[in-house]
């Protein structure tokens, strides 16, 4: 993850989310985010732009999952955003995503 923001920072690559990411981020139980804790994460969010979800994304995410993932809901959102603009996905629950159509992964090459 390190590298990736270093290429952000760089201007090697755009980082992207979606605001479902950025719920998940801030309600994660293992950061349990203290007020100060909270605006440092807000701070780095902003080294992502926001990839807006709207009604095609609804199509996409209910196209993934009539197709019987296994996915969540917001798991399916988020894989929609990366297929409708063209994103490669970092994560790394990678297994979770794997058996949906046009998705993209995003390798770090060391």
């Keep these: 993850m390190e590298l990736l923001l270093e290429k952000s920072v ?3 690559v ?3 989310i ?3 990411n950025v719920a998940e981020f801030l309600n994660d139980k293992k950061l349990r985010l203290s007020e100060r804790g909270l605006a440092v994460a807000l701070n780095f969010l902003k080294l992502f732009k926001i990839v807006e979800l709207g009604r095609e994304s609804g199509e996409i995410t209910a196209g993934i999952l009539l197709g019987r993932n296994g ?3 917001g798991d399916a959102f988020i894989a929609a955003a990366c297929v409708e603009n063209d994103l490669r996905l970092f994560t790394r629950n990678k297994r979770h995503f794997e058996k949906i159509k ?3 992964f995003y390798v770090v090459e060391v």
């Design 10 to 12: 760089s201007g090697e």
């Design 14 to 16: 755009e980082l992207f």
């Design 18 to 20: 979606c605001p479902i």
């Design 71 to 73: 996915i969540y809901l």
């Design 102 to 104: 046009g998705i993209k």
